[in-house]
């Protein structure tokens, strides 16, 4: 029975991930955290559990997503090579960081995060326009330097490790900011989020297993079976979402990716003050 459950989070998460650009971490977290709750496992441990087992499936989304973006052309490499170093560096260290934080307190300010993160892309940023950065490097906009892409990947490695997100809800409205259009910003975030997930898969386990985590079936704080069944079937739906949002307009995208952040962000903080 849970197999069958991680399976259909799988499903659901790997399509979000196609769809959004976000990993699936939106909808893994609060599905797995509902799931771990039920199974017993001891409230100082859920959350944690929830977001490193978060970023260890979206190396499977992150990939198979990354491969369909990819092939519509919607990957912008320069900025992923600009941004991945920091992203990885920083993702490692937020798991060390987020290790520290009671589960409590993870949930308010993941719930705070989406929430904010929600505004900001339903109110919208600058006008979009079009670009085609080759693999030169040469681009039609104006993108910060590449000190400061290096920083931001910092950063929102810093986040993603804490939100156990693949950094969707915070590349993409990066991106966007800067005039890249809604399709491509998700199809860079795809690729953003391979370097993520696999430091901060590997920052779970390592400061996870320091900690000594009692719970079967997981190495630190990534819960084995649970990545098993969300990575083998999120990597087939993924590619359906991912079609699907070269479908849609960026505008309809962008609305349907904030109204699906306000709702988790609600649930979050919820259940943490419940």
Aim: hydrophobic residues 55%.
């Amino acid at each position: 029975m849970e197999l069958i459950i991680f399976l259909v989070i799988g499903a659901l998460a790997g399509f979000a991930a196609g769809l959004f650009g976000v990993g699936g971490g939106t909808i893994i977290v609060p599905l797995l955290f509902i799931v771990f709750t039920q199974m017993g496992y001891s409230p100082d441990n859920i959350m944690h559990l929830a977001l490193g087992t978060s970023l260890a499936t979206i190396i499977v989304t992150s990939i198979s997503s990354l491969m369909a973006h990819n092939k519509k052309g919607a990957v912008l490499w320069p900025v992923f090579k600009n941004l991945a170093p920091g992203l990885a560096v920083g993702c490692f260290l937020g798991a060390g960081i987020a290790g520290q934080i009671s589960g409590l307190y993870l949930q308010l300010i993941v719930g705070v995060f989406l929430l904010w993160v929600a505004y900001k892309m339903f109110m919208g940023g600058k006008k979009q326009v079009d670009t085609n950065i080759n693999d030169t490097g040469s681009d039609k906009i104006i993108l910060p330097s590449k000190p400061k892409q290096l920083a931001a990947g910092g950063v929102i490695g810093v986040a993603s490790a804490i939100f156990g997100i693949g950094g969707g809800s915070l590349t993409v409205p990066y991106l966007t900011r800067y005039g890249v259009v809604m399709q491509k910003a998700v199809g860079t975030s795809a690729a953003c989020g391979l370097p993520i997930a696999i430091a901060g898969a590997l920052g779970f386990m390592v400061f996870g297993m320091q900690q000594e985590v009692n719970v079967p079936n997981t190495i630190g704080f990534v819960h084995v079976y649970a990545f098993l069944g969300i990575g083998s079937m999120s990597f087939f739906t993924a590619k359906v979402g991912a079609k699907v949002a070269h479908m849609l307009s960026p505008q309809l995208l962008k609305k349907c990716f904030a109204v699906l952040l306000f709702v988790v962000g609600c649930f979050f903080l919820y259940k943490g003050l419940l």
